[in-house]
Structure formats: structure tokens, C-alpha cells
């Protein structure tokens, strides 16, 4: 999967913003996509829910397993883990 990394520090994202600005990078990269799954280290949450639950002790976490494994092929990764977007391109299904 493609990764870009965003160091976003400096102008303070909360995870609605980065949620956003991600989704912009995603469509501007791939076109039109999907939100496969997502990380945000803040609240500890993640989507699909509980996917991790199964990756105890595993070094690849449950969200970028569940993306790698169903199609994700960008990821946006703010801050190094902070939040994390795995995006599926949708052209193969228009």
C-alpha cells in the first residue's frame, strides 16, 4: 500500500480535519475512493471496529490489516500514527 506521510504538528489537526484533509489527498490521488478503515491514536479508536481485537500481540495492526486486505491501496498517515486513513480506489467497480 501507498503510503504518504503528513507531519501536521505545526497546524494542530483534531481528527475531523485530518479525516478531511485526508480525504482530499485521497480523491486528488486515486480519484473517486472509499474509506476502508482508520486509525486515531488520540481516542484509541478504530474502524472497522474491534479488528485489532485479533491482532494482540501482532506487530501489523487490525485497521491496516483489515485495508491491506480489502483493497486499500493508499494510506494517509498524519504524524506518525496519530491518524491513519487507508483509502480504496473505486475505478475497478465503475
Known amino acids: ?22 480525504a482530499v489527498i485521497a480523491d486528488n490521488l486515486t480519484g473517486e475512493n472509499m474509506l476502508l478503515s482508520w486509525y ?27 485495508g491491506l486486505n480489502h483493497g486499500a491501496e493508499l494510506a494517509v498517515n498524519f504524524d506518525d500514527g496519530r491518524f491513519v486513513f487507508c483509502f480504496q480506489p473505486l475505478g475497478e467497480f465503475e
Do not use: Q
Request: proline residues 4%; charged residues 30%; negative net charge.
Open 1 to 22: 500500500m501507498k503510503t504518504l506521510h503528513i507531519a501536521s504538528t505545526e497546524i494542530a489537526l483534531d481528527f475531523n480535519a485530518a479525516i478531511k484533509l485526508a
Open 40 to 66: 486515531d491514536r488520540d481516542r484509541d479508536l478504530e474502524s472497522p471496529r474491534g479488528v485489532s481485537e485479533c491482532h494482540e500481540g501482532c506487530p501489523v495492526k487490525g485497521f491496516w490489516d483489515y
